[in-house]
Nanobody
């Protein structure tokens, strides 16, 4: 059974940094594609960053230049370092592996979410 476990969220002051991690466990081949989404209270869940074929990335305009998505295949972990955080980045962040992203099935996997709060 595949599970995604996020970590790294917390409270940070504006201008600060955090690094989110998402570790994938279970019967997988390798992480080939993954993404981070976020959902603020009252809002829909939106894509923040995604990586496909382990190297092709795309980002929401609001985080370009501040967030970077990467995959450590050996550790089965997806990272999202976040810099220059603003209160608008406050949300619950979810890790996602899309269908086919693990090379073993066509399931869409989600983590439980990790909360990020940017406030002084």
């Amino acid at each position: 059974q595949v599970q995604l476990a996020e970590s790294g969220g917390g409270l940070v002051q504006p201008g600060g940094s955090l690094r989110l991690s998402c570790t994938v466990s279970g019967s997988i081949f390798a992480i080939g594609a993954a993404g981070w989404y976020r959902q603020a209270p009252g809002n829909q869940r939106d894509l923040v960053a995604a990586v496909t074929r382990r190297v092709t990335t795309n980002y929401a305009d609001s985080v370009k230049g501040r967030f970077t998505i990467s995959v450590d295949v050996a550790k089965n972990t997806v990272y999202l370092p976040m810099n220059s955080l603003t209160p608008e980045d406050t949300a619950v962040y979810y890790c996602n592996v899309p269908p086919g992203g693990l090379g073993v099935d066509e399931c869409d996997y989600w983590g439980q979410g990790t909360k990020v709060t940017v406030s002084s």
